[in-house]
């Protein structure tokens, strides 16, 4: 037997990590897009279309339908005939507004276009903090357990 990067037992598989399930539920472009697209409210598919430039019908209802069996996305029907459905975030997809508006913040970064969120009321530049509610204060980076989920 030679000793090839395949040599031997095969690893065990672990459990998926909570990120490898959130990117499986909305982890790619265009079904964040539609999420953000939502945040403003309620919009027909047609209205989604047009929020969405170059995203193809069939592609914007198969990540519609999957939105909805993740419990992101609620569909009302407004029209019987034909049958029509306006689109909603559900409250779970309503808390992925904070990880978009960081994931947002952060391509702006990379982009050169790094203007920072900013506090509507005074107009302050926003951080995003971890906080302890048991401490009662603010968490740095290093004293986080790294992705380890409870």
């Given amino acids: 037997m030679g000793h090839g990067p395949y040599d031997g037992p095969m690893p065990r598989t672990q459990a998926p990590s909570p990120l490898d399930e959130a990117v499986a539920r909305v982890g790619d472009r265009w079904t964040l897009l539609i999420v ?11 209205d989604l279309q047009e929020a969405l430039p170059g995203i193809a ?4 209802s198969q990540r519609l339908k999957h939105l909805e ?10 029209s019987r ?4 459905f306006a689109y909603e975030l559900s409250a779970s997809g309503l808390e992925l507004a904070g ?5 947002a913040q952060w391509g702006a970064q990379r982009a ?5 969120l900013r506090h509507a009321e005074c107009g302050t530049a926003m951080e995003a903090r ?10 740095a980076d290093h004293e986080a357990d790294d992705l380890h989920y409870v």
Wanted: charge should be positive; proline fraction near 8%; include cysteine.
């Fill in 36 to 46: 953000q697209a939502l945040l403003g409210g309620t919009r027909r598919f047609n």
């Fill in 57 to 60: 019908p069939n592609v914007l």
């Fill in 69 to 78: 069996r993740e419990a992101v996305v609620v569909s009302r029907l407004y």
């Fill in 81 to 84: 005939r034909p049958p029509r």
């Fill in 99 to 103: 990880a978009l508006r960081l994931l």
């Fill in 112 to 116: 050169g276009d790094g203007e920072a």
């Fill in 130 to 139: 971890w906080y302890c509610p048991t401490c009662a204060r603010m968490v």
